[in-house]
């Protein structure tokens, strides 16, 4: 999974998250443009030119660089709000697009952004199906993360971050970079995870697969066929982000899980994966880190 491919050449008005390390971005503290305020900030933020228009190139500036979400993500909602404001060369998602390094055409304004900014939240993606989300490194900034009622997504949450819940998904990859806290996995069917956690609690899951780095033993709860394997993801900036939340890499307890509603059958509720099911994931940005060379991946 790649990032940020074909881009033009920015215009340098937004440093990154990763240059700036210390700066809380206005659009992940508020987290989801919950008030006309708030999204009046952030899309001035974004309307540089101050012609109440943005185009697609100001928002994945802004979503991308500042923000740290992945092409996708940004571009599916700049189609959306520019479909519903009847923005020119064919905005919607399945129809001709402008050129813009494959990004539909046009600009938005207000209205049409505000419709839409519900979809936007950094920290919580919810009641979404078959997409693709990526927040890169320093885009949650430590806050906490939730996904919930996802069918058949792809999440990559590359980043450290607090107390985490997923939530009532099926058929789902997802990654989820260091969490300093404990992260709740419940109500998930037939889903590969990648988790990396002070502590990982899953209650009433089925026939999900999770690798996992865990600081403390993992705990199950009324779950059913989980195959668990040690932590086998890459991404840039990973063994740098276990540093921060203060993991020590060579004491995992990946297979020490307690389980505290045990099969009465004489079958365990859960197993070692074995070797030929397991799989490493590797996540590339081709965003380029503050030395100006492309980070590589690593953990």
Not at 25 to 44: K, L, Q, T, Y
Request: aromatic content about 10%; glycine content about 10%.
């Amino acid at each position: 999974l790649r990032s940020g491919r074909g881009r033009p050449q920015r215009r340098g008005r937004f440093a990154s998250r990763e240059s700036q390390p210390d700066v809380v971005s206005p659009f992940v503290r508020m987290r989801s443009c919950g008030s006309e305020e708030d999204a009046r900030r952030v899309f001035a933020e974004m309307d540089g030119d101050g012609d109440g228009l943005i185009s697609a190139e100001d928002l994945r500036a802004y979503l991308g660089d500042i923000v740290g979400f992945g092409e996708r993500e940004i571009a599916r909602f700049f189609a959306r709000a520019a479909e519903s404001a009847g923005a020119s060369a064919g905005a919607s998602e399945g129809g001709q697009q402008e050129e813009l390094g494959g990004w539909p055409g046009g600009r938005i304004g207000f209205d049409a952004f505000r419709e839409h900014a519900a979809l936007l939240s950094a920290v919580c993606i919810s009641n979404r199906q078959e997409e693709v989300f990526v927040r890169r490194p320093g885009s949650i900034a430590g806050s906490q993360f939730c996904l919930e009622d996802l069918a058949n997504c792809h999440v990559r949450a590359c980043d450290v971050m607090d107390q985490t819940f997923v939530d009532q998904c099926v058929g789902c990859r997802i990654l989820l970079g260091p969490s300093t806290a404990s992260t709740f996995v419940r109500d998930c069917t037939d889903c590969v995870l990648w988790v990396a956690t002070q502590q990982l609690r899953m209650r009433d899951c089925k026939r999900c697969r999770v690798y996992v780095y865990s600081a403390t033993e993992p705990v199950i709860e009324s779950s059913t066929d989980l195959a668990f394997a040690p932590w086998t993801a890459f991404y840039p900036r990973c063994s740098e982000q276990f540093k921060q939340a203060g993991f020590d890499a060579s004491r995992n307890f990946w297979n020490a899980i307690f389980d505290f509603t045990p099969a009465t059958s004489g079958r365990s509720n859960w197993r070692i994966a074995a070797y030929h099911e397991c799989e490493c994931l590797t996540v590339t940005f081709d965003q380029p880190g503050d030395s100006g060379q492309q980070v590589p991946p690593d953990c």
